[in-house]
């Protein structure tokens, strides 16, 4: 019999101790919307999508964690650590994995990637399982180019994917290339979780996109996003927007 599933087919919340219903993060609405109801994750690329606070980064985070993954970024091999910041909610998320699915997986995130560079110079035959071949210089490298070459480097067979606000490294042009990254995973089989405040980003063809905000989360049409409709009213008229926060 042969399957066809993702790495993870679904997210729900298991409650223990540990995980207050009174307290950070089950207070924030898109982490209670998830204990009350679960989260199926489709094939391919899913965008979280919302304003600083929302909690999207923290579901990409715990998501990750209970995948496996290092949460300051890395596969599952990846053991650096620096300052623990995450919440205990990935201690308590059951993942259904995709059954026939790979075990592969990293995680990048734009706040703690020199940490992470740091780890790989310093681990060149360690526990982080990079593909073979020399360990480029990445802090020789600018912010972009560095996270360019971890994607291409790392995201490169049918894994799980988890990113948090990788466009905070990327021009424009870059952004496009990792668009492009994006789309080739999914179409190698692999699966995208991205938490993202880039329009551009969040513009992928075929991707899922949920948008976060105080009514927990919500699958919208890019078109309808919140984000969307507010950058191109800024493009189209920034004074209208910024009248509001500068001195006359």
Known sequence: MEFDQPPVV???????????????????????????????LPRGVTFLVGENGS??????????????????????GARHRTR??????????????????????????????HGLYSYLEDNPTGLEQRPSGREAALHEMSHGESFLEVLRTRFDSPGFYCLDEPEAALSFSSTLGLIDTLHRVAQEGGQVLCATHSPVLAALPGATVLEVGEWGYQQVRWEDLELVQHWRAYLEAPQRYLRHVLDD
């Open 10 to 40: 679904r997210v729900d919340v298991e409650p223990g101790e540990g995980l207050d219903e009174e307290s950070w993060p089950m207070t924030i609405p898109a982490v209670a919307q998830l204990a009350r109801e679960g989260l199926d």
């Open 55 to 76: 909690g999207k980064s923290t579901l990409v985070e715990a998501i990750a964690a209970a995948y496996g993954l290092n949460p300051e970024g890395g596969s599952t």
């Open 84 to 113: 623990a910041s995450e919440s205990p909610l990935g201690q308590h998320l059951r993942l259904r994995r995709g059954i026939g699915a790979g075990r592969w997986g990293y995680f990048l995130r734009a706040e703690t990637m």
